[in-house]
């Protein structure tokens, strides 16, 4: 499958997007590109391939929630650009 220009065109339009003359030659071009990539892939033979969502194994890499003992309150406080009574002080937001 071939695009034309009208047809990267209509796309466009679709899309609402506006392409300059010269737009619409470089998107001709590499839409017409990747359609001959997918026409090549589809000559791969499947059969027997399971459907996949990833091609390498993917683990949870999150660790596990323990019960920890919390900062100590001048050590969360200590780069705090301004504190006040022992919290944060931030611009008052109405």
């Known amino acids: 499958m071939i695009l034309t220009p009208e047809e990267v065109l209509h796309v466009a339009h679709l899309a609402r997007l506006r392409l300059k003359p010269e737009e619409i030659e470089v998107f001709t071009r ?34 596990e929630d323990e019960v920890k003992e919390s900062l100590p309150r001048d050590q969360a406080l200590e780069n705090a650009p301004a504190r006040e009574e022992g919290s944060f002080l931030v611009p008052r937001i109405i």
């Open 30 to 63: 590499q839409l017409n590109d990747i359609l001959k990539y997918i026409e090549k892939l589809q000559e791969l033979d499947t059969e027997g391939v399971p459907p996949l969502a990833h091609v390498v194994p993917v683990f949870n890499a999150f660790r």
